[in-house]
């Protein structure tokens, strides 16, 4: 679809760009699908599995209230249940590892389904802000380690896509945080269904 500066692109974690919101429900639509290719070719299921949906601020003003900043939603889901909480999640650019603070995180049991069966029963859902300059950068690896077992695991190795007023900014500094309002707006409006009750 068309990027439009009113309408933000919203990558999700298949980095195809929608326009809009992702709520929890339709990621796990799209997830659910994912599973069960998956499962067509690998019955046994996997380990864990780390999916991103990336997002912007919806126009240039509410970009510079987030200091420059875009959000990574961050669904992780494992078979062992030690291996929750992340124990870091973080951004590798030009060679030098940056940890990345959780703005929230809710853990959920997955129901039966697919997902259970291709990925786990155990899920912990993340946010975090992130440098948009680097969210659009193609050699920019986000990585995580789980509690246990995995360390360095690669959940996003290509550039999200960014709307026209973020890509034409010359200004690629990052300014104040935004406020835990300005972050509920974007989180409620972003993410409906994720983190309610986590601002």
């Known amino acids: ?3 439009r500066a009113q309408n933000v692109p919203h990558i999700v ?16 639509k799209k997830l659910e ?19 991103s949906d990336g997002s912007y601020p ?13 959000v990574i939603l961050l669904a992780a889901i494992v078979k062992n249940a030690n ?3 992340l124990k870091r999640v973080y951004m590798r650019v030009d060679g030098m590892d940056t940890g990345l603070i ?26 975090y802000l992130l440098p948009a300059s680097v969210m659009a950068r ?7 380690d789980f509690a246990v077992n995995r360390e360095g695991f690669i959940f996003s ?26 972050l509920k707006t974007y989180v409620d409006r972003e993410y409906p269904g994720f983190f309610e009750g986590a601002f």
């Open 1 to 3: 679809m068309a990027a």
């Open 13 to 28: 974690y298949d980095k195809n760009t929608a326009e809009g919101p992702v709520s929890l429900r339709a990621f796990d």
């Open 33 to 51: 699908k994912q599973a069960e290719e998956f499962l067509k070719v690998h019955p046994q299921g996997a380990d864990r599995l780390a999916q």
């Open 58 to 70: 919806i126009d240039a003003k509410e970009y510079n209230i987030f200091g420059r900043r875009g």
């Open 83 to 85: 291996e929750l909480p």
């Open 102 to 127: 959780p703005l929230a995180r809710v853990r959920r049991q997955v129901p039966s389904g697919p997902i259970r069966e291709a990925y786990g029963e155990f899920r912990e859902d993340s946010l």
């Open 138 to 144: 193609s050699d920019v690896l986000l990585l995580c």
């Open 157 to 182: 190795n290509s550039a999200y896509l960014v709307p026209d007023f973020i890509a034409n900014d010359p200004d690629k500094s990052i300014g104040p945080a935004p406020s835990e309002d300005a």
